[in-house]
């Protein structure tokens, strides 16, 4: 089968590899049909997020099954489903609990698109991708919403989510500063913030195009680079990219007993203006998004119509086009497979 390949940094080829096969009764084999990128595919095929080795692309994705194992009971052949970047279980105490990115019976970071580093599980620009845990991972793709608008499902659309939704049925109407510049995420998380009950909603970025689409989504837009404080907010979101202004901004920015939530990646320790933040009292919170876990609550706002994710996408291009446009700049592309 083929597979979209980064080689080494700023190299993409598409190259015949082993196709996967059933290795056990609880698993699927899924064919990815529609595709889009996370924000740290461009930063990972071009070196500025730094990963060893070759990388097997791609881990947001929509895709059909096409063979299960005879335990499998969730899904069946023909079905369209989302797929988690993450790998878990949905059995063990961790999962059950939702945290499906820490499941116990994987070893860490397992994951799609990741390459050595999140386990060699292949990526989503390929023909097939095998599923270890089927009934546990897999969601079928809920009736009237067009694929193209759930690829983004599998990671970042998640990742806006969990930035915004459980603060906010905490403290209702709260006022949400979000962050831009890592891509999609924090655009995602304008539109949860909007859906799940926010005051004011203010959204910063030097880029205009992303300006744009908050705009859209109903964010006051405020251009610009990175200040030292930019307001004074209940829950402030950091969605900058490997700008160490990023966080000290966003800390500074909260209002006494504030949430700072932490949705993009440091290469090195960024500054945390603790004296400050101790005599105000803020939360500060980053991990992963526990994909699998707040997928339901993603798909039921998505197709409610609260929550349009083809705002923030790109085009939707041909599957063969992956390479070039990646290369590119078009916004969070979407790829389909005829």
Known sequence: MRALIR??????????????????PL???????????????????????????EIALGHELVAEVIEV??????????????????????????????LTAHCRATPPRSQYGFGAIGGD????????LRVPFADGMLVRAPHGVPLEALACASDNLGDGYRAVAPELARRPGADVLVLGGIGSVPLYTVAF????????????????DRLEVAQTLGARAL????????????????????????????????????????VTIYLTD?????????????????????ARAV??????????????????????????AAPEAIAGDVRKPVFVRE
């Open 193 to 208: 913030a909007r859906a799940c009950g926010a005051g004011r909603v203010d959204y910063l970025d030097h880029d205009r």
């Open 295 to 320: 997928l339901p609550s993603v798909l039921e706002l998505v197709q409610a119509g609260r929550v349009d994710p083809t705002l923030v996408n790109g085009a939707v291009l041909p599957w063969e």
């Open 27 to 53: 698993e699927a084999l899924v064919r990815p049909t529609v595709v889009t990128l996370c924000d740290i595919d461009r930063p990972m095929v071009d070196g500025r997020f730094p990963i060893p080795g």
């Open 270 to 290: 960024p500054h945390i203006p603790y004296f400050e933040l101790y005599f105000k009292g803020a939360r500060f919170e980053t991990a992963r998004v526990q």
């Open 69 to 98: 194992g005879d335990a499998v009971r969730a899904v069946r052949p023909g079905d369209r489903v989302v797929v988690p970047f993450q790998i878990s279980c949905g059995a063990c105490d961790r999962c059950t609990t939702g």
């Open 121 to 128: 599980h292949g990526g989503a620009f390929s023909d097939l």
């Open 223 to 262: 251009e610009g680079p990175v200040p030292d404080r930019a307001g004074d907010y209940d829950l402030v979101v950091d969605g900058t990219l490997l700008d160490p202004k990023g966080l000290p901004c966003a800390l500074r920015s909260l209002r006494p007993n504030g949430l700072c939530i932490g």
């Open 7 to 24: 080689t080494e940094p700023g190299c993409l080829v598409w190259r015949e590899v082993p196709a996967p096969r059933l290795q056990g």
